[in-house]
């Protein structure tokens, strides 16, 4: 832990998918620990854009957040403006990868990134400094992840699955305190004239590249009939050799990185 780097967390409020009720998002919680475990709380600088209220921002509070600055952005103005300006000097800047609540598009890292000109590291999973320079290990899919060194100034966007241990005190929550500031405005990349409508997902199913029946499916994977390819069905052998065949495989195919 140091407590000489500046570094900011950005959090935002966002939707319960069932009820609609304000609730904190699981990516910005995690920058949030992650920032924790890069300096105390205490010299964490914690902002917010938009007109959001008090009682939205408990749930950061409640966390052990002492402050959160508010900058005061209307509603159907682009908060990206008051943010670089804001974020001026820092040398991390800490953010979720994405707003929950489908109501973000995620380009938010990338824009501060970019008006900061500084790198930016998406899907953080934890980070470690020395000095000036951190050590991040990054969620990538199927299981995989990935190390990778940045030197500061820098912008992390915290995966969701990042470890999040602390737990919401009251005490803490009514403690906290939330300042607003009006945020600079214009001055900024261009935004666009955008279009608000309602968030929708659809499903979109797997298509497999060969069509193939489940029996056919199986027997390849297994190395059954004349189309023998893929893995092995092993049966001979003491425990320790099956168990040997099964990590072989496990490293071939990247699933394992001992």
């Known amino acids: 832990m140091t407590t000489t780097l ?10 319960h998918p069932v ?6 998002s699981s990516s910005d919680a995690a920058a ?4 924790c475990g890069l300096a105390p709380a205490g010299r964490l600088t914690v902002l917010s ?5 008090k009682e939205n921002l408990e749930e950061y509070l409640g966390l052990g957040v002492e402050a959160i600055e508010v900058l005061t952005v209307a509603a159907t103005a682009d908060v990206l403006p008051a943010l670089l300006a804001r974020l001026k000097g820092f040398d ?21 990134a970019e008006g ?17 320079t951190l050590t991040v290990r990054q969620f990538l899919p199927k299981g995989m992840r990935r190390r990778l060194e940045v030197s500061l100034p820098a912008v992390l966007a915290v995966h969701p ?21 009006a945020g600079a405005i214009g001055g900024g990349p261009a935004a666009p004239a955008w279009q608000f409508e309602l968030a929708t997902r659809r ?14 499916r199986m027997m390849g994977a297994i190395g059954g009939d004349a189309g023998a390819r893929g893995g092995q069905v092993v049966k001979q052998g003491s425990a320790e050799q099956k168990a040997q065949v099964l990590l072989d495989y496990l490293r071939e195919h990247r699933l394992i990185d001992f």
């Open 6 to 15: 500046r570094i900011a967390v950005l959090v935002s409020t966002a939707r």
């Open 92 to 112: 991390l800047v800490l953010c979720g990868m994405r707003s929950d609540g489908q109501s973000a598009s995620g380009m938010l890292p990338y824009l501060l």
């Open 203 to 216: 499903p979109r199913p797997l298509k497999a590249k060969v069509v193939q029946s489940g029996h056919s």
């Open 161 to 181: 699955r990042a470890p999040q241990t602390r737990q919401y005190a009251y005490a803490r929550a009514r403690a906290g305190r939330v300042t607003y500031v």
């Open 19 to 24: 009820s609609g009720q304000p609730v904190r």
């Open 32 to 35: 949030f620990e992650l920032g």
């Open 116 to 132: 900061l000109g500084v790198p930016l590291v998406g899907d953080v999973l934890e980070a470690k400094a020395d000095h000036r």
């Open 49 to 53: 854009a938009g007109m959001t209220g």
